[in-house]
Structure formats: structure tokens, C-alpha cells
Nanobody, 133 residues
Framework: EVQLVESGGGLVQAGGSLRLSCAHSGFIFDDYAIGWFRQAPGKEREGVSGLSNTDGFTYYADSVKGRFTISSDNAKNTVYLQMNNLKSEDTAVYYC??????????????????????????WGQGTQVTVSS
């Protein structure tokens, strides 16, 4: 059974940092990509960052480039999202999601410059990030 469990959300002041974790199990990570999405109240779910474990390809939305960093610790079956210089507009519920094959994520990110939520089959329960100004 595929499971994704997020943690690390919380309340932080603008300019602060948080590190989100996505613990994954039940699948061979080599064949998958993991993406981080977020959804603010009244807004559509948007792709923030993604990582292909097949070739190491990474994607960042323009709104987070230079502030967020995605990484993976394969020994711990965990993908991280380090978020620095947080802004009030980063406030949202953050979800991690998995897609296979990883090329699905890579192709969409490279050709369209986005991540499409409907391409991801497996989702975590989400973790709230609130940035106070």
C-alpha cells in the first residue's frame, strides 16, 4: 500500500523558514517522482516543486525559485522541502504526491513549466503552513 505522510508545517513569521517532510512507503522510489503542491483557501491546487528520483530532475514554480529547495534522503524514504524567506502568500495546505513513471512529471515540467495535480495518483493528507506578516 502506497503511503505518503507529510509533516513539518506550522506557524512562522514572514522571512522565517520551515522544512516539510514527506515520508513515503509502499513503492519503488526509483520509478517515481515526488511533487509538492499547495492549496490556499479559494484557490486551485498548484505545483510548487518536484523531484524525479530516476534522473534527479527538479522543478520549482517561479514563485518559489531561490527560496525553496527539494531534496531526498533515500535511506530514510523521505523527501524534504526546505522553505526559506517565507512570505504571507506561501500560506496554504501543502501536500506531497507521487506519480509513476517519473517521466510524466519531467515531461510536463519541461514542456509546460508546470506540475499537473491530476497526473499524481497518490497523495498525502497535507500539512498547514501559515506565514504571518
Amino acid at each position: 500500500e502506497v503511503q505518503l505522510v507529510e509533516s513539518g508545517g506550522g506557524l512562522v513569521q514572514a522571512g522565517g523558514s520551515l522544512r516539510l517532510s514527506c515520508a513515503h512507503s509502499g513503492f519503488i522510489f526509483d520509478d517515481y517522482a515526488i511533487g509538492w503542491f499547495r492549496q490556499a483557501p479559494g484557490k486551485e491546487r498548484e505545483g510548487v516543486s518536484g523531484l524525479s528520483n530516476t534522473d534527479g530532475f527538479t522543478y520549482y514554480a517561479d514563485s518559489v525559485k531561490g527560496r525553496f529547495t527539494i531534496s531526498s534522503d533515500n535511506a530514510k524514504n523521505t523527501v524534504y522541502l526546505q522553505m526559506n524567506n517565507l512570505k504571507s502568500e506561501d500560506t496554504a495546505v501543502y501536500y506531497c504526491a507521487a506519480v509513476t513513471p517519473a517521466e510524466t512529471f519531467v515531461f510536463t515540467a519541461q514542456t509546460m513549466g508546470i506540475m499537473k495535480p491530476y497526473e499524481y495518483e497518490y497523495w498525502g493528507q497535507g500539512t498547514q503552513v501559515t506565514v504571518s506578516s
